[in-house]
């Protein structure tokens, strides 16, 4: 006999019980869902893409995660994000794909990072990206917002914050102080609301910038205000640098637009804290907090970028995306109870047929399927307490007997396993019931 072997799963690689697959996979249909009613068009890459093509940017941190092999003469890699793939894949493409190119793409991402409490080696990410073909016009930045608004809202969510800002802005301010390379800061100045202002102050005199440099720098991402407000105090302090002007009048732009979409002000803000550390971003950017749990960080974030595809061709490919990731978004609202899984089967009745009556029952189950009714039919020839048992475990609505007064009459005793009503009914009055939950 061979050795049993237990049983286990890697560290960081997420496994879930029904009943919780259940709960993320309606999260996941919702977010589906709210990205097909905005337009977005589905595509699916390979997992695995060939590392010259998914390493060629080279460097960073992120790929130094990537799982990669080789299988006889081919090197693979399997993919780290959503983006990079998107990238060949429009150049691959390019001739077949209508301009804008609006797409959705979720699915599952690799990093070989230090397996922890919410962040995963095996991960779910939902991104929308808009791609323009040379150009894509400004409006398009005030979209996505939009989508993160409805998407949320039908996830459950009312009190939530989509932070706007504009990189620009932050770098064309930081030119006006005369720091000209400004890439250290703007990931400095992102760490803000994780490691607070006074190791900010501290980080940012730690790559060489001057005390009064830095103090200037804390107090303008600390602007706070109505975004109206917040655009009279920037109009206050007459910068002419031209990267600045760019990016503040991108800014007003993109809150206008928002405005015609007739999102709530109150779900959606201007704040000068947020640079997204990526030097991938180029012009507007967002997150989103719960306002009620900003202990969980930013639920959703995006921006817009120069050239996606630079490393495939030399035709300019600008856009502007999102991203939810939705493994970690899961996890962190059922640790925090926010979510619970709730629902153990997705079935509404189960016919439990008595020992010489499963013929009918599968017949039964049959004619109710066909009219539309979510069911089961228990043939498991055991006492019937202990099929009314599977039925409450799996916490069933309705149970229907299927025994010789039954199949004589063609009538079904319908109960309700929950207040223990029960009626006689046909088929059809049971439909309806049933249809009509």
Do not use: W
């Not at 996606?308 to 991203?323: D, N, Q």
């Not at 509404?348 to 539309?372: A, C, F, T, W």
Request: glycine share 8%; charged share 30%; net charge negative.
């Amino acid at each position: 006999m061979s050795e049993i072997v237990k049983p286990s799963t890697l560290p960081g690689f997420m496994e879930l019980l029904p009943k919780d697959q259940i709960l993320f996979n309606e999260m996941m249909d919702t977010i589906r869902k709210n990205f097909e009613n905005h337009g977005f068009l589905p595509i699916d890459t390979p997992v695995i893409e060939k590392s010259e093509v998914l390493l060629a940017k080279g460097g960073g941190e992120t790929e130094k995660q990537i799982y990669r092999f080789q299988k006889g003469d081919t090197d693979m890699s399997m993919r780290f994000d959503l983006t990079v793939p998107l990238a060949r894949y429009t150049v691959q493409h390019f001739s077949d794909l209508s301009f804008p190119f609006r797409r959705y793409h979720i699915g599952k991402v690799y990093r070989g990072e230090k397996a922890q409490k919410g962040r995963f080696r095996e991960f779910y990410q939902c991104d929308i990206d808009t791609i323009g073909n040379e150009t894509l016009d400004i409006s398009n930045d005030a979209e996505f917002p939009v989508v993160i608004y409805n998407t949320f809202k039908e996830l459950g969510f009312d009190e939530f914050a989509i932070k706007i800002n504009n990189r620009k802005v932050l770098k064309g301010f930081f030119s006006s102080l005369g720091i000209k390379d400004s890439g250290d800061v703007l990931r400095t100045v992102d760490k803000m609301d994780k490691i607070g202002q006074a190791s900010v102050l501290q980080e940012l005199i730690e790559r060489g910038i001057s005390e009064e440099k830095a103090n200037k720098i804390l107090d303008f991402i600390s602007i706070e205000g109505t975004n109206d407000e917040i655009f009279a105090k920037l109009e206050e302090l007459n910068i002419e640098d031209e990267i600045f002007q760019e990016g503040f009048g991108e800014l007003k732009t993109v809150i206008e637009y928002i405005k015609d979409y007739d999102i709530p002000e109150a779900n959606y803000a201007v704040d000068l804290k947020i640079a997204r550390g990526l030097d991938y971003y180029t012009g507007t950017v967002y997150e989103t907090i719960l306002d009620n749990y900003p202990e969980i960080g930013s639920v959703c974030s995006g921006g817009r970028y120069e050239n996606l595809a630079s490393y495939y061709t030399e035709r300019k490919l600008p856009g502007v995306g999102l991203s939810i990731g939705l493994s970690r978004l899961y996890y962190q609202l059922t640790q925090a109870n926010i979510v619970k899984a709730e629902k153990q089967s997705l079935v509404d009745l189960i016919v439990i047929p008595m020992n010489e009556y499963v013929h009918e029952g599968i017949r039964l189950v049959s004619q109710l399927r066909k009219k539309g009714v979510k069911c089961i039919v228990y043939t498991e020839r055991n006492k019937l307490g202990k099929k009314f048992k599977y039925a409450d475990t799996l916490d069933i609505p309705y149970t229907i007997v299927v025994g010789e007064d039954e199949v004589k009459s063609g009538k079904y005793t319908l109960k309700n396993m929950k207040s223990g009503e029960q009626d006689l009914f046909g088929i059809d009055e049971i439909v309806a019931r049933i249809n009509n939950l």
